[in-house]
């Protein structure tokens, strides 16, 4: 994320939220939020984002369960999709990258290293593949 990207962040805590939109918002990106995973899926097609942040534990509809709805939106099958997960359970991770995510962090997030390491996973997922 060299450039500006526009990430769509889906989180239920206000104070998670918050740090993740100012830190993303410092390095120059645009960050539209959902509350919960109905909204931040509608949000999603409208937007058609450079990358989704998602948290795991939502309200009502689950983490993985919004992931395997973004990704079955045609428009989005190339966007990543990277899990906030609050636990750091191997369990929890396999279920993320099953559900579709690219990649997941760990909760709370390191607001040193936060965006370098959203910008890593944004340049994995969008460069092209290299054979050996
Ligand atoms: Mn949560």
Do not use: W
């Amino acid at each position: 994320m060299t450039m500006a990207c526009t990430i769509l962040l889906i989180e239920d805590n206000d104070q998670n939220r918050y740090l993740a939109t100012f830190l993303l918002e410092r390095h120059g990106h645009r960050v539209v939020s959902a509350v919960d995973g109905a909204h931040g899926i509608a949000l999603a097609q409208t937007l058609t984002p450079d990358m989704v942040l998602l948290d795991i534990q939502l309200p009502v509809m689950d983490g993985y369960a919004v992931a395997r709805a973004l990704r079955a939106i045609p428009a989005l099958a190339a966007t990543p999709i990277v899990a906030v997960t609050s636990f750091a359970m191997i369990g929890d991770r396999e279920k993320a990258l099953d559900a579709g995510c690219a990649a997941y962090i760990e909760k709370p997030i390191d607001p040193e290293t936060f965006v370098s390491q959203l910008e890593t996973i944004a340049r994995r997922a969008h460069a092209p593949e290299v054979q050996p």
